[in-house]
């Protein structure tokens, strides 16, 4: 059974542009998960979906961060437009059930220069 | 609101030596706690949790990490360590009940080095 996906792996992208983020979460889990890593800090979340709806985006740090899920399937991340400290590791994690243990992907890594 | 503290930002050691990764919280409410930890290029996993019932809980790989609520700690520890130990390790708490789900907390990690 294929784990979480995360695409890209490494974005370098400059300050203004635009990036998206993709998580294919397990096949079968409708909570999705967002969390951030910025260097040298903690892993910080930042919303949670149960299937298409956003259950709690208490932890989205501005307006310039848009996460959609439709379908209920996989789940976007942009981040329009990126400033230098948006720059981090940014993970999904997907669960079967809303207390269930969290399955993490690798993370994809944003670069803004 | 928790907040999650990992005393040691690194923790060199030698292979075979005991290790222990110290870890506090601070709640208002009850908590479970989590440790999870990132090999190199990989995801984090899951690699003990506390829920409830007994405060000593145990990985599949020979660590293991005692709830202690009157100094709410969580530290976690191994007696003899391996080359393959080697990641950073992060503590974390959740919300008990309500409808946090997998809101976690997370301590600021710890890379944990093994030395041969």
């Known amino acids: 059974e294929a784990g979480v996906t995360q695409f890209p792996s490494h974005s370098v992208i400059e300050k203004g542009q635009t990036v998206t983020l993709r998580c294919d979460p397990i096949s079968g889990h409708d909570n999705l998960y967002w969390y951030r890593r910025v260097m040298g800090k903690e892993i910080k979340f930042l919303l949670h979906?149960?299937?298409?709806?956003?259950?709690?985006e208490s932890g989205m740090p501005n307006n310039r961060f848009l996460a959609e899920r439709t379908g209920g399937t996989y789940s976007t991340l942009k981040v329009q437009p990126a400033e230098l400290e948006d720059s981090g590791v940014y993970f999904c994690?997907?669960?079967?059930?809303?207390?269930?243990?969290?399955?993490f992907g690798e993370g994809s890594r944003l670069t803004v220069l | 609101a928790q907040s999650v503290t990992q005393l040691d930002s690194q923790v060199p050691v030698f292979e075979e030596a005991p290790v222990e990764l110290r870890c506090n919280y601070s709640?208002?409410?009850?908590?479970?706690l989590f440790w999870y930890v990132q090999y190199p290029n990989q995801g984090l996993q899951l690699l003990l949790k506390?829920?409830?019932?007994?405060?000593l809980v145990e990985s599949i790989n020979g660590f293991e990490a005692e709830f202690n609520k009157s100094q709410t700690s969580f530290h976690l520890r191994k007696p003899s360590v391996h080359i393959s130990d080697t990641a950073e390790y992060f503590c974390a708490v959740r919300r008990a009940g309500g409808t946090s789900y997998g809101k976690l907390t997370f301590g600021q990690g710890t890379i944990l080095t093994v030395h041969p």
């Open positions: 979906f149960v299937k298409e709806s956003k259950q709690d």
């Open positions: 709640s208002s409410v009850s908590v479970y």
């Open positions: 506390y829920l409830s019932g007994s405060t």
């Open positions: 994690a997907s669960s079967q059930v809303p207390n269930g243990e969290l399955f």
